[in-house]
């Protein structure tokens, strides 16, 4: 059954702007994308909104519902009460463009800097030949859709503009990740985690894991396996042993 949805929406450019109110009809198994494209098709045709797949695959039309990182075609409006009002902003860590259009290229500005594969030879046939186990455990971060909502529910960066220079992100430490652990990568690339991407600076709070669309264990399976790599080749007792005696 249809009811009128009241929803407050964040209109405005670089400039600057507010949340304007508007009340939109809705259907029963709708979500907030179908909403704001009837708002735009009735009401407010000048409403800029990042969309592509409508399938929670392209990544395009994150934004922040109720103050929280959410694609808007795969956040049903059943999720909330239909007396509730509905507050939809573009993502907070990135700059706005208009409305609910943010200019993500910190993250690939970001991405420009992860290493590249370097994998061993190829066998005499011609062929790489990996563990099945090792291909899976990489297979998970490839599954990432690129919204960054991970990135702007990290709060090292949310609330820390100045962050931004020395730090990369959660999406940019699923690449090291991949880097680390595939299994023909003949590079080190602990230093660039730590120096390059900032990897330190994470205090694994599990924010980015919980709003993946794509329930990537971002924390577990790739942020902390990467810290304590960090963590071996820093504090290594033989690298450190070395140390102290050629510098003696
Ligand atoms: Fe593609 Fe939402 S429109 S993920």
């Known amino acids: 059954m249809g009811y009128d949805l009241n929803m407050k929406v964040w209109r405005g450019d670089e400039s600057g702007g507010d949340l304007a109110d508007y009340v939109v009809p809705v259907e029963e198994g709708e979500v907030v994308l179908d909403a704001l494209h009837r708002l735009q098709a009735t009401q407010a045709g000048d409403l800029a909104v990042r969309w592509n797949c409508k399938a929670g695959k392209c990544g395009s039309c994150s934004a922040e519902i109720n103050g929280k990182p959410r694609l808007t075609c795969m956040t049903r409006l059943s999720l909330f009460e239909p007396d509730e009002t509905i507050t939809v ?9 208009r409305d609910l259009v ?4 910190y993250n690939y500005e970001k991405a420009k800097k992860v290493p590249a594969l370097s994998p061993e030879p190829r066998q005499p046939d011609g062929t790489y030949r990996m563990q099945q186990e090792d291909v899976e455990r990489g297979q998970e971060f490839r599954k990432c859709i690129e919204c960054f909502l991970c990135q702007s529910v990290c709060h090292v960066i949310r609330d820390h503009e100045d962050n931004k220079e020395a730090f990369s992100g959660p999406r940019l430490f699923l690449r090291y990740a991949e880097l680390e652990m595939h299994p023909l990568e003949t590079g080190d690339h602990r230093e660039a985690a730590k120096a390059e991407a900032g990897v330190g600076l994470c205090n694994i709070t599990k924010c980015c894991t919980e709003v993946c669309p794509e329930s990537i264990k971002i924390t577990d399976n790739a942020i902390i396996p990467v810290k304590e790599r960090v963590v071996d080749r820093s504090y290594d007792p033989l690298v450190w042993l070395g140390s102290k005696i050629f510098r003696r």
């Open 89 to 97: 902003t573009p993502l907070r860590t990135f700059p706005v463009v």
């Open 102 to 105: 943010t200019d993500v290229s």
